[in-house]
């Protein structure tokens, strides 16, 4: 099963009208991978993935989702996928427990509803009506409906947006268990960095439809520190070795380096670089 | 987690048990939803305790009040309204809030979406059909009728019609949208049945040429003429279109619509809302 990568995508395009939204992106995620797809509104993160569960058809491009291709899945393939959508205000009236295990029966072997809602902290909300959850308890709710199956495959798109930090980071800590213990494969949208570097094995930057870089998040911070910028009353010098450089100036000045500042641009610097929105 | 696997691969539940699960959940959205629940059942009700007050009078040749002949009608207008309303607006509404994006998702055969609709529409309406007929029992002083033979007419109407009904309905649900405009669009084409298909406009027999033959093309005024064979004498034939009750054109007509109506829903039915393809 591991050999075997969990999603193989190649030149994938997708229009709508005149807009590309996706634009030949390449994309691989192995099996229990956690992969994060990360870019800014309207970079066809959306898009990827409704086309990767097969919700949405596309122009061209070959895609393979645990085998098969997603517009031409069956039900068997639904089962092994979970899908955790941008938006839901489906179920309203029902309860919690309600909603979970009657989207239970629809698996062939699903987890026991009541571990699950426990997993995503809903236990105390188990006979609350959905209406009545809060924003961050909902999207839990979604996360339950879309474990409850026992997938091999789970698609979390934008999972965390609009929580509180505190929210957010009680989520990633659940997203850490099903990678981790459950062993599932994820891939994840979100236009947070520091989420995809919480959560992901690799964080593929995607701008304009297209991949722009695929590495893993210590990856991406390598490239943050080559290009540390330090600055000193009469100079300025790029380097990768900063270290070194201060300690030669130290020697020179023959003591404290007059007006030394050290600055390593932030993996945010480099993802506003990637995303052409650096300064 | 513990639940057992067994070897092999297991089932997926068969569609008729999914959509036996899918009617209780449908049945519990829906009679929880205290407001919709009261106008769905009050607005034909209402209608009939409003329509058969204001009319008085009897019809000639006959001991039928112009209320006793509205009864019949308002049962069939309600059958629509549960079926045909309610499945239109409802399923626009699951369109809008994600339902049929997340039953999409999962691996549920798309029947059992249909089959689940159907039953929540089937209980509904037999609700609706005794509230009606207690109504104009116990208000306008129709009487049951005791012949079996007339009951079994009452049931092939009922269940051809509400199938029409509701198959119309859930074709229709795509012509909304979005659910805040499913009412207006379920709305409309309803009320000038009614109009048309003399349940509004009583006795049938004196609606005009033109909206009469228009109004024969669609299931309700085949309905209400159906219903009021059951629950009427033959003395009030004259005040039909025909001095018959047709049931042989009734059958037909209807069964087309159902016919018609299953194409229309395995031809026009999306998943998807209008903006998101």
């Known amino acids: 099963m591991t050999e075997t990568p969990a999603i193989r995508v190649r030149g994938l395009r997708r229009t709508y009208g005149d807009t590309v939204a996706v634009a030949g992106l390449d994309l691989d995620v192995g099996a229990g991978e956690v992969v994060a797809l990360l870019g800014p509104n309207g970079a066809g993160k959306t898009t990827t993935i409704e086309i990767l569960e097969g919700h949405r ?92 199956g026992r997938p091999r495959l789970l698609f979390l798109d934008e999972p965390t947006t609009g929580f509180d930090p505190q929210a957010r980071r009680r989520f990633w800590d659940l997203i850490r268990q099903l990678a981790g213990a459950g062993g599932c494969t994820i891939l994840l949208s979100t236009h947070y960095l520091q989420e995809a570097e919480a959560l992901a094995d690799r964080v593929a930057v995607i701008v304009g439809g297209r991949i722009v870089a695929d590495a893993t998040p210590a990856a991406l911070v390598g490239r943050a520190t080559a290009r540390t910028v330090v600055r000193w009353s009469d100079g300025r010098q790029e380097t990768d070795d900063p270290a070194a450089l201060i300690a030669t100036l130290t020697t020179r000045y023959g003591g404290a380096v007059p007006e030394l500042t050290v600055s390593r641009p932030s993996l945010e610097d480099v993802y506003l670089d990637l995303i052409g929105d650096g300064s | 987690m513990t639940t057992t696997v067994r070897p092999g691969t297991p089932q997926r539940p068969s569609a008729v048990r999914l959509g036996l699960h899918r009617a209780t959940i449908e049945l519990k959205g829906f009679f929880r939803e205290r407001d919709a629940v009261a106008f769905t059942f009050a607005m034909p009700a209402v209608i009939l305790a409003l329509l058969g007050s204001i009319f008085d009078g009897v019809y000639p040749g006959s001991d039928v009040t112009s209320a006793q002949y509205l009864a019949p009608s308002m049962i069939a207008a309600g059958v629509a309204s549960t079926t045909f309303i309610n499945l239109g607006t409802g399923i626009a509404a699951d369109r809008d809030d994600g339902t049929l994006r997340r039953l999409r998702g999962a691996p549920m055969p798309p029947s059992a979406y249909f089959i689940g609709k159907i039953l929540m529409a089937l209980v509904v309406t037999v609700g609706e059909t005794v509230l009606l007929l207690g109504i104009a029992v116990l208000a306008f002083d129709l009487s049951l009728p005791t012949d079996p033979v007339r009951w079994l007419t009452f049931g092939w109407v009922f269940l051809l019609g509400a199938t029409a009904c509701a198959l119309t309905g859930i074709a229709a649900s795509s012509l909304a949208g979005s659910a805040r405009s499913a009412g207006a669009v379920m709305n409309l084409p309803y009320l000038v049945l009614a109009f048309i298909s003399g349940v509004f406009y009583t006795p049938v027999g004196q609606l005009p040429e033109p909206l009469l033959t228009v109004g024969s093309l669609f299931p309700l005024k085949w309905m209400a003429q159906g219903f009021r064979s059951v629950f009427l004498p033959d003395s009030i034939l004259p005040q039909e279109v025909v001095p018959s009750w047709e049931p042989g054109r009734i059958a037909l007509v209807l069964a087309a619509w159902c016919i018609g109506g299953m194409v229309l829903c395995l031809t026009t039915f999306r998943w998807r809302g209008r903006r998101s393809r």
């Open chain 1, 57 to 148: 058809h596309r122009d061209a491009g070959a895609v393979n989702v645990l085998g098969h291709d997603p517009a031409h899945a069956d039900l068997d393939w639904r089962a092994r996928i979970g899908i955790v959508t941008q938006d839901s205000g489906d179920l309203g009236e029902l309860t919690v427990h309600e909603s979970v295990s009657h989207f239970a029966h629809y698996y062939p072997r699903p987890h026991d509803p009541e571990q699950v809602i426990e997993l995503v902290g809903l236990t105390a909300k188990a006979t609350a009506r959905v209406r009545t959850l809060s924003g961050g308890q909902r999207r839990r709710l979604d996360v339950a409906l879309g474990i409850v």
